[in-house]
Nanobody
């Protein structure tokens, strides 16, 4: 059973930084991606960033490229999203998710963590 637990969200001023964490357990498949998505009130969920667990290739949405960095810690089974130069439009609930390499969709999701950027 896959379990994903996010943490690190909070309130930050525009231009500030936050680091989100996602602790994973129960990942029994061999090849997979871990990703971050976000959803603002009244808007659809959107892709933010992802990383292949091995070898660690990264992918970013154009809106966050150059500001956000995704990384992972094998020993802790944890993926991180370092966010800098935050903007009010980054305000959303951020979700951690897992996609098996052989499947096109993300099948496992965390509960989400709120990020609020004030102007």
């Amino acid at each position: 059973q896959v379990q994903l637990v996010e943490s690190g969200g909070g309130l930050v001023q525009a231009g500030g930084s936050l680091r989100l964490s996602c602790a994973a357990s129960g990942l029994t498949f061999s090849r997979y991606f871990m990703g971050w998505f976000r959803q603002a009130p009244g808007k659809e969920r959107e892709f933010v960033a992802s990383i292949s667990w091995n070898p660690g290739d990264t992918f970013y949405a154009a809106s966050v490229k150059g500001r956000f960095t995704i990384s992972r810690d094998y020993a802790k089974n944890t993926v991180y999203l370092q966010m800098s130069s935050l903007k009010p439009e980054d305000t959303a609930v951020y979700y951690c998710a897992v996609r098996q390499d052989v499947r096109p969709n993300y099948d496992y999701w965390g509960q989400g963590t709120q990020v609020t950027v004030s102007s």
